[in-house]
C-alpha cells in the first residue's frame, strides 16, 4: 500500500560534536520529531512471505513498515539492506545479542561490506549474556548505559536508513514490529540521540 509520493535528497551524515564530558549523573531529556505525513510507504504484515519478498527493494523517500512475525531479526534485515545499500556504516542499539548476530556482523567487516560497526548496549547484557558481551568487547566498538531502544542506522554516501523497531539482535518466534525510514531529518534526529548516548555510556 502506498501513499502519496514525495521526493526527498539524501545528505551526508553530520556527527554531533562532544561537548566536554559527561557524567553519569546527567540525565538525558526527553526529545522528539514531528514527521511529515506526506512521506510514502509501505505496508508489510504477511507472516507467510520470506525477508527478500516481504520488504523488498528500498526506495529514496519511501518508508517501509513491517511485521516480522519470528522471520528475521534485526541484524538480518541489516545483512540484507547491505545487499541493496552496498558498503556501509552501521550504528545500532541493541537489548540482546546473539552469538550467531555476532558472527554475521564480523564477517560484513571482514568482507568490507561494513565500512564501520558500532554498537550501544544495555547494562543487563554484561551478566545476562556474558559469552556474547565478551565477543562484543573483543570485536566491535560498543558503549553500555540503560537501553532499551532498538534502532540502527545504515549510512554511505548515498543512503541514510533509519530502522527503528521491537526486534533485538536476537532470534526468536514472536511478532516483531518495525519501520525502515529512509527520511534524512529522521536519520539525523537519531544519530544525534545515539551518538549523545554513547559518548555517555561505559565500556
Same mark, same amino acid.
Given at each position: 500500500?502506498?501513499? $502519496?509520493?514525495?521526493?526527498?535528497?539524501?545528505? &551526508?551524515?553530520?556527527?554531533?560534536?562532544? *561537548?566536554?564530558? @559527561?557524567?553519569?549523573?546527567?540525565?538525558?531529556?526527553?526529545? $522528539?520529531?514531528?514527521?511529515?505525513?506526506?512521506?510514502?510507504?509501505?505496508?508489510?504484515?504477511?507472516?507467510?512471505?520470506?525477508?527478500? *519478498?516481504?520488504?523488498?527493494?528500498?526506495?529514496?523517500?519511501?518508508?517501509? @513498515?513491517?511485521?516480522?512475525?519470528?522471520?528475521?531479526?534485526?541484524?538480518?534485515? =541489516?545483512?540484507?539492506? &547491505? *545487499?541493496?545499500?552496498?558498503? +556501509? @556504516?552501521?550504528?545500532?542499539?541493541?537489548? +540482546?545479542?546473539?552469538?550467531?548476530?555476532?558472527?554475521?556482523?564480523?564477517?560484513?567487516?571482514?568482507?568490507?561490506?561494513?565500512?564501520?560497526?558500532?554498537?550501544?548496549?544495555?547494562?543487563?547484557?554484561?551478566? =545476562?549474556?556474558? *559469552?556474547?558481551?565478551?565477543? =562484543?568487547?573483543?570485536?566491535?566498538?560498543?558503549?553500555?548505559? +540503560?537501553? @532499551?531502544?532498538?534502532?540502527?542506522?545504515?549510512?554511505?554516501?548515498?543512503?541514510? =536508513?533509519?530502522?527503528?523497531?521491537?526486534?533485538?539482535?536476537?532470534?526468536?518466534?514472536?511478532?516483531?514490529?518495525?519501520?525502515?525510514?529512509?527520511?534524512?531529518?529522521?536519520?539525523?534526529?537519531?544519530?544525534?540521540?545515539?551518538?549523545?548516548?554513547?559518548?555517555?555510556?561505559?565500556?
Amino acid at each position: 500500500m502506498l501513499l $502519496s509520493s514525495s521526493t526527498i535528497k539524501p545528505t &551526508l551524515p553530520q556527527l554531533p560534536k562532544a *561537548k566536554g564530558k @559527561h557524567t553519569r549523573r546527567e540525565k538525558l531529556q526527553p526529545v $522528539s520529531l514531528v514527521e511529515d505525513t506526506t512521506q510514502p510507504s509501505t505496508f508489510i504484515s504477511d507472516r507467510e512471505i520470506a525477508l527478500t *519478498k516481504a520488504i523488498g527493494k528500498i526506495e529514496h523517500g519511501k518508508n517501509t @513498515h513491517y511485521y516480522s512475525f519470528g522471520n528475521f531479526n534485526l541484524v538480518r534485515l =541489516i545483512v540484507y539492506l &547491505l *545487499k541493496q545499500l552496498g558498503p +556501509s @556504516h552501521v550504528f545500532m542499539s541493541s537489548y +540482546s545479542f546473539s552469538t550467531k548476530s555476532i558472527h554475521q556482523l564480523n564477517h560484513l567487516l571482514e568482507k568490507k561490506q561494513l565500512l564501520s560497526f558500532r554498537v550501544l548496549l544495555d547494562n543487563r547484557v554484561r551478566s =545476562i549474556s556474558p *559469552k556474547p558481551f565478551q565477543m =562484543i568487547a573483543a570485536s566491535f566498538d560498543y558503549r553500555c548505559t +540503560s537501553v @532499551h531502544a532498538k534502532t540502527a542506522l545504515i549510512y554511505n554516501d548515498t543512503w541514510q =536508513i533509519a530502522i527503528v523497531t521491537s526486534q533485538n539482535a536476537t532470534d526468536n518466534p514472536k511478532m516483531e514490529r518495525g519501520i525502515i525510514f529512509t527520511d534524512p531529518e529522521i536519520f539525523q534526529f537519531d544519530l544525534q540521540n545515539l551518538t549523545n548516548a554513547f559518548q555517555r555510556g561505559t565500556t
